[in-house]
């Protein structure tokens, strides 16, 4: 995975550890836990260049969906009720998505 570059195995683990049960990710939590809230702009780009995964300029709630594997494989998908409060933390500009500048300023509050 592209984000052991940009984080350590441990922290990305605990923080994985943090949110295995459904209904238990919590987004300001796991940013905290895995270091991403810690990182520049730079590492928050290039993460947000490896969550979007159909390279849209955006991460789509399906994107959303299957956040947590972007971390480690094999790591559960969110459910529909943890994604929908994820966009919806995220989505600022109320376009059904998140881009780039919304991602960092997620991350960082």
């Known amino acids: 995975m592209a984000l052991h570059g940009i ?5 990305i683990s605990a923080a994985l550890d943090g949110c295995k049960d459904a209904g238990s990710f919590d987004h ?8 991403l809230a810690g ?18 300029g955006f991460i789509e709630e399906e994107e959303l969906k299957l956040f947590l594997q972007n971390f480690k494989h094999g790591a559960r998908a969110l459910n529909d009720a943890e994604t929908k409060a994820f966009l919806k933390a995220g989505d600022t500009d109320g376009d059904g998505k998140i881009g780039v500048d919304e991602f960092t300023t997620l991350v960082k509050a």
């Not at 300001?28 to 270091?35: T, V």
């Not at 990182?39 to 290039?46: M, R, V």
């Not at 947000?48 to 849209?56: A, E, G, V």
């Open 28 to 35: 300001k939590k796991f940013f905290k836990a895995c270091g």
């Open 7 to 11: 984080l350590h195995d441990a922290e």
């Open 39 to 56: 990182k520049s702009t730079g590492d928050l780009k290039a993460a947000f260049d490896i969550i979007d995964q159909d390279k849209s």
